[in-house]
């Protein structure tokens, strides 16, 4: 894949897909790349209704003439950039927000099923450096299998990346916790938390459905990144487990550079509610 190819195919959450009339007046589809710092100044000026540059504001992947996208154009960004254009209604940012929608849906899922106590058990016996190693083999064995057999392989393989990936990374964040609070039973909002601290995200008082959204579209771009390489087979390979690996690797840094010393965790009340109890009895 040539690097412009890769480059738009990577940033499929910044394509915009828009019915409009060209300056013959004649209605055309367009499907534009548009850059991060100018997409509200593009969005606003959709909405003003004036005639555009769309060049203004990034660049124009793919176009046709008619009220729908042919089926000429469907194909060619199926084969260039690797965008699945189904029909008319399907537009790519609602898909890149479905995608989010599904992984925010899979959070909690995937933490209540989290063995808080062998985690423990795990950190206490091999420590911290060599529990987040282990995460990151077990996300780049999964990368490694995602990666062979190319296209066939990767569509079927993608969801399964992802999920381990999130589980690895949530093993790796409750991990840290433990080594740095003593706490491994922590509620769901303060580790979400963490987790979107981990990765960049900024979070308030509260956990809100922004934050998680914000926290998908984190781990999906990460994944994004990976997902041009294993178009190759064999190839493919490497480029997904090593980006697992590193992945999770680069997780358990950020995790452990977090200043928890503040932080109260519901584990924490707890034992110091148990203590206050007991020093009451005495």
């Not at 013959?24 to 959709?46: C, I, M």
């Not at 990936?165 to 840290?176: D, E, K, W």
């Not at 926290?215 to 990460?222: G, P, S």
């Not at 584990?267 to 509610?273: G, H, K, L, P, W």
Request: glycine share 8%.
């Amino acid at each position: 894949m040539m690097y412009v190819d890769k480059y738009f195919a990577e940033r499929g959450h910044l394509i915009h897909k828009l019915k409009a009339k060209d300056s013959t007046g004649r209605w055309a589809y367009y499907f534009v790349y548009v850059k991060p710092d100018l997409e509200q100044a593009f969005l606003k000026a959709l909405e003003s209704g004036q005639i555009i540059d769309l060049e203004d504001y990034g660049k124009v992947i793919g176009s046709c003439y008619g009220e729908k996208p042919s089926k000429q154009l469907r194909s060619f960004l199926k084969e260039k950039y690797g965008f699945d254009v189904q029909s008319s209604s399907i537009n790519l940012k609602k898909v890149i927000m479905n995608k989010e929608a599904l992984l925010v849906d899979s959070f909690r899922k995937v933490f209540e099923s989290m063995n808080q106590e062998g985690i423990k058990e795990s950190v206490d016996k091999n420590g911290i450096d060599r529990f987040i190693s282990d995460c990151a083999l077990l996300a780049a064995t999964t990368g490694a299998a995602t990666g062979f057999g190319g296209f066939s392989t990767m569509i079927v393989g993608v969801p399964v990346d992802v999920i381990n990936n999130v589980v690895q990374q949530f093993r790796v964040t409750l991990g840290v916790i433990y080594h740095k609070k003593g706490v491994y039973k922590v509620s769901f909002s303060q580790f979400m938390k963490i987790v979107g601290v981990s990765l960049g995200v900024e979070i308030g008082a509260s956990l809100t459905k922004s934050v998680m959204f914000s926290i998908a579209n984190k781990i999906l771009i990460r994944l994004t990144a990976s997902t041009a390489g294993k178009a190759v087979p064999f190839i493919g390979a490497f480029i997904g487990g090593s980006v697992n690996y590193g992945f999770i690797r680069a997780i358990g840094a950020a995790v452990k550079q977090i200043d928890m010393s503040s932080m109260v965790f519901e584990e924490d009340v707890q034992q110091n509610s148990s203590a206050d109890e007991a020093s009451s009895c005495t």
